[in-house]
């Protein structure tokens, strides 16, 4: 089996199949289109057709056989390369064979995208390091744009329009204001038009501040009126180099962001200032809900607190996008309540696709079934939008861990259309990034990716536990952690509340009441102990130690039994990739090999860290049926990781002096 380096991701298509094509005219769009059916179609003769449907949306295509031919039609001609990757897939996931619904002389199918706006969020700086990245540099390479243009912007928009994805935000939340300078709009520009063909829109983050920033003005008060104008102009010129760009994404008033508030305003006058500068050329601004200060309220209360009042006030091209959960992309976390209470106004969810909480890129964590457990309490009705935190590095297989490219795809999948099941798209990932599995190594490496994203909570954070991550970099447990003079709001005891008593942060009535947030049924719920989901348990309630689970065993022992299925459950993926080497090529098989070798050392540090800790509260055995701890607490409270492409000041300082 030839070595594979997995640069191809997903899209191992084969080539000179000299499919006969046809299209209505030749444009940047349909000759992608053709070509990559000519290379790679092998079934009977397609015949591309722009034409208006009335159960299209613009991107939405149907798939027909009619009179020996295979028709795709689609009112846009960026539907038809959806149409065209969409056939390529059932042909490499073999649902084209005889027999299949596919073969079947009237076969049709149709498809549309749930939510119009599929982007992805490059949390990337203009230095090429990627907060929270973990799969090498910034694709994009701003020191020899725009003249020198790498292979691999192309293979990037092509790999994202095979799944639908529809427009990236190039850099970070933490924005520089650099990244409107003329300069650097020219370099934008190159990248706009490497990706326009691929129907990707360009959208960028930018920084509140930059009028001051950048052009020295004395305010950036988004009711000044130089500061308007400053932004107008700046539209304008934006618009005239790329006539197709997408709108701004804002952190404001976040994490030490500059932000309207600073100026006495509201977060929506803050956001309208922009859409009403964009408004002209259709643009929109993504105003992100990611606040939260040191304040008194439960950090997990602090948004709603600040949104919800302002709903109704916001422009119509305005799009709030809120975290899938109320904290920070934990694990698991409930969804966030401000889905559902902004009524007048258009929400959309982020995702995070890079593991920033989930072993970076050394830990297999398949994510879908993680979204879908949003998307269940979420429906896409009431979105019109959804972000990715992109995880897509200069590493030769763009994400550094094999099975993390499996995440890029599912979100571009789910995006698309989230009533698809984590099944199907592990099972339709599979099928393309490997040779044919067999099926039973085929299933046993599915089940291996669906079990995974649980596994990684129940050796982390079972039971409803967040947020007690190491400081800083949030890899490895530091439930521990205290750092003198930091904000309380980010450290873990803040969250996990561990005390003679027992353990959990109570939102319950008795509590912070953070449950009110919670549509009535819910709140209660999640507000009552007895019948709160134990996923959420210790999210929503400190419960006793000694609380009777709905197994019969006690919390603590219950606790200890979740950190070590963590770790059985990581062994298990061990013994379930080793015994599918022969289906592998050796070069990925060892590379996933030594990153589980990695999770299962991590898992058994995240189990030993945390019951070491916890019991010095619980005070009670840890059951003699479960492994033995192989660390001591004090080996463990000695592990400092140093923090890497974080570009938080006050947290570098922090870790130097401690
Ligand atoms: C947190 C990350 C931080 C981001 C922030 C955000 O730790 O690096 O800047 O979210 O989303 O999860 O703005």
Same mark, same amino acid.
């Given at each position: 089996m030839a070595a594979e380096d997995g640069s191809h991701l997903w899209l191992r298509l084969p080539a000179g199949a000299q499919a006969q094509v046809s299209a209505p005219r030749s444009s940047p769009t349909l000759d992608i289109a053709v070509s990559e059916l000519q290379q790679a179609w092998k079934g009977a003769p397609v015949q591309l057709i722009v034409k208006k449907d009335k159960?299209?949306? =613009?991107e939405g295509f149907r798939i027909q056989r009619k009179d020996g031919r295979i028709v795709l039609a689609s009112p846009t001609e960026t539907g038809l390369l959806y149409a065209a990757y969409h056939l390529l897939r059932l042909q490499e996931t073999g649902?084209?064979?005889?027999?299949?619904?596919?073969?079947? =002389? &009237?076969f049709q199918l149709t498809e549309n995208p749930a939510y119009s706006l599929r982007i992805l969020n490059h949390w990337d700086n203009l230095n090429r390091? $990627?907060?929270?990245?973990?799969?090498?540099?910034? #694709?994009?390479?701003w020191e020899e744009l725009p003249d020198t243009l790498s292979g691999r912007y192309e293979a990037y928009a092509r790999a994202n329009a095979s799944i639908g994805?529809?427009? !990236?935000?190039?850099?970070? $939340?933490?924005? %520089?204001? !650099?990244?409107?300078?003329a300069g650097y709009l020219q370099k934008v520009k190159a990248l706009a038009d490497i990706f326009r063909p691929y129907g990707l829109r360009v959208y960028l983050s930018v920084n509140f501040a930059s009028p001051m920033i #950048? &052009?020295?003005?004395?305010?950036?008060?988004?009711?000044?009126k130089e500061v308007i104008r400053w932004w107008k102009n700046k539209v304008k010129e934006i618009y005239r180099i790329i006539p197709d760009f997408g709108g701004f994404l804002v952190k404001a008033n976040s994490e030490g962001q500059p932000g309207p508030c600073d100026f006495g305003r509201t977060h929506a006058e803050g956001a309208n200032m922009l859409a009403d500068a964009l408004k002209p050329y259709k643009g929109i601004v993504m105003w992100r809900a990611f606040v939260y200060s040191?304040?008194?309220?439960d950090r997990a209360k602090q948004a709603y607190l600040e949104f919800k009042p302002l709903d109704?006030?916001?422009?119509?091209?305005v799009i709030v996008q809120v975290k899938n959960? =109320?904290? &920070?992309?934990?694990?698991r976390e409930p969804y966030s309540p401000l889905f559902g209470a902004m009524q007048h106004t258009p929400l959309m969810a982020e995702f995070q696709v890079t593991q920033e909480y989930l072993g970076h890129s050394n830990h297999i964590a398949y994510l879908a079934p993680m979204w879908k457990e949003f998307f269940e309490l $979420? @429906?896409?009705?009431?979105? !019109?939008a959804i972000a990715g935190v992109a995880n897509i590095g200069t590493d030769t297989n763009w994400?550094?861990?094999?099975?993390?490219q499996a995440n890029w795809y599912a979100f571009g999948r789910l995006a698309w259309?989230? %009533? #698809?099941?984590s099944e199907d798209i592990a099972g339709e990932w599979l099928a393309q990034t490997?040779? =044919?599995?067999g099926n039973e190594t085929g299933s046993r490496l599915k089940k291996m990716m669906l079990d995974s994203r649980e596994a990684v909570v129940n050796y982390?954070?079972?039971?409803?536990?967040?947020?007690?991550?190491?400081?800083?970099?949030?890899?490895? @447990?530091? @439930?521990?952690c205290i750092i003198p003079g930091?904000?309380? &709001?980010?450290?873990p005891s803040y969250y996990h509340r561990a005390d003679k008593q027992g353990i959990g942060f109570d939102r319950s009535s008795k509590g912070s009441?953070? $449950?009110?947030?919670?549509?009535e049924a819910l709140a209660k719920q999640y507000g009552n102990i007895d019948t709160c989901p134990e996923e959420y348990l210790l999210w929503f309630h400190h419960v006793p130690w000694t609380y009777r689970m709905k197994n019969g065993r006690n919390l603590w022992d219950e606790l200890c039994y979740r950190y070590d299925s963590g770790v059985r459950q990581v062994r298990e993926f061990q013994k379930v990739w080793d015994a599918a080497e022969k289906y592998i090529d050796a070069e990925r098989f060892r590379e996933v090999q030594s990153h589980l070798r990695i999770q299962a050392r991590d898992a058994v540090w995240w189990k030993d860290a945390c019951l070491l800790y916890f019991q010095k509260f %619980?005070?009670? @055995?840890?059951?003699?049926d479960i492994e033995r701890p192989v660390h001591s607490l004090k080996d463990l409270q000695e592990v400092h990781l140093p923090i890497s492409n974080f570009e938080c000041p006050t947290e570098e300082l922090l870790n130097r002096n401690r």
């Open positions: 159960q299209l949306q =613009p649902r084209c064979t005889t027999g299949s619904p596919f073969s079947a =002389p &009237d390091t $990627v907060e929270r990245g973990y799969a090498g540099q910034s #694709l994009w390479n994805i529809n427009g !990236k935000v190039l850099n970070n $939340v933490n924005a %520089s204001p !650099k990244i409107l300078s #950048l &052009d020295s003005l004395s305010t950036a008060d988004p009711l000044d040191p304040s008194d309220a109704g006030q916001f422009r119509s091209n959960g =109320p904290i &920070d992309f934990q694990p $979420v @429906p896409p009705a009431s979105l !019109k994400c550094g861990h094999t099975f993390a259309q989230p %009533s #698809l099941s490997f040779q =044919p599995l982390m954070m079972p039971l409803g536990l967040h947020h007690i991550f190491a400081w800083g970099h949030h890899y490895g @447990p530091e @439930p521990w930091a904000r309380p &709001d980010w450290l009441n953070a $449950v009110a947030q919670y549509p %619980s005070g009670m @055995p840890i059951p003699y």
